[in-house]
T-cell receptor
């Protein structure tokens, strides 16, 4: 158990819909990272938050957004969903903000868009 | 384009055999990480290398970062079925905040 909790574990939704994925980092970790893993793209970095503020942005679509709350949990919002958004979405947390030093990953949320 | 290339893409070995997985970048790596993922599950951190020439071992797994800090190898000695999974390298490149993952290597160990 990495200490990082992601909910829900599975999500099935229709195209055009909006979903929210939730991540609770390890106790004491200030950084949260979101990744998308799909069969054709591999593991892609989406976005990082550190202590409530956006720190780095990767290949995140404009239809996607994220935020980190005062209690440090984070949510990834995916809107206007397309079939191609079906993927495993991972959240990771670490203590530092400028490096992915020993990031610990959650079990992921498997999103299926039908 | 892929910042980190891994080879091979997949590997099937007999139990007890040794194997090596490579991770290559065209740019200097600032912190190279190896993870293992069981199919459809989260990533498990294996080890991190930062210095050129650094080598670390954990049980039967050894990882090295070359002197130029552009290539890393992961070596498994006397593989076991429990080693099966997807091995991913990850790295900070260009000292930026973005973290890149390799393409992954799928390892199957046949008993």
């Amino acid at each position: 158990d990495s200490g990082v909790t992601q909910t829900p574990k599975h999500l099935i939704t229709a195209t055009g819909q909006r979903v929210t994925l939730r991540c609770s980092p390890r106790s004491g970790d200030l950084s949260v990272y979101w990744y998308q893993q799909s069969l054709d793209q591999g593991l892609q970095f989406l976005i990082q938050y550190y202590n409530g503020e956006e720190r780095a942005k990767g290949n995140i679509l404009e239809r996607f957004s994220a935020q980190q709350f005062p209690d440090l949990h984070s949510e990834l919002n995916l809107s206007s969903l397309e079939l191609g958004d079906s993927a495993l979405y991972f959240c990771a947390s670490s203590t530092r903000g400028n490096s992915n030093t020993e990031a610990f990953f959650g079990q992921g949320t498997r999103l299926t868009v039908v | 384009s892929q910042e980190l290339e891994q080879s091979p893409q997949s590997l099937i070995v007999q139990e007890g055999k040794n194997l090596t997985i490579n991770c290559t970048s065209s740019k200097t790596l600032y912190g190279l990480y190896w993870y293992k993922q069981k199919y459809g599950e989260g990533l498990i951190f294996l080890m991190m290398l930062q210095k050129g020439g650094e080598e670390k071992s954990h049980e039967k797994i050894t990882a090295k970062l070359d002197e130029k800090k552009q290539q890393s190898s992961l070596h498994i000695t006397a593989s076991q079925p429990s080693h099966a999974g997807i091995y991913l390298c990850g790295a900070d490149i260009n000292t930026g905040n973005q973290f890149y993952f390799g393409t992954g290597t799928s390892l199957t160990v046949i008993p």
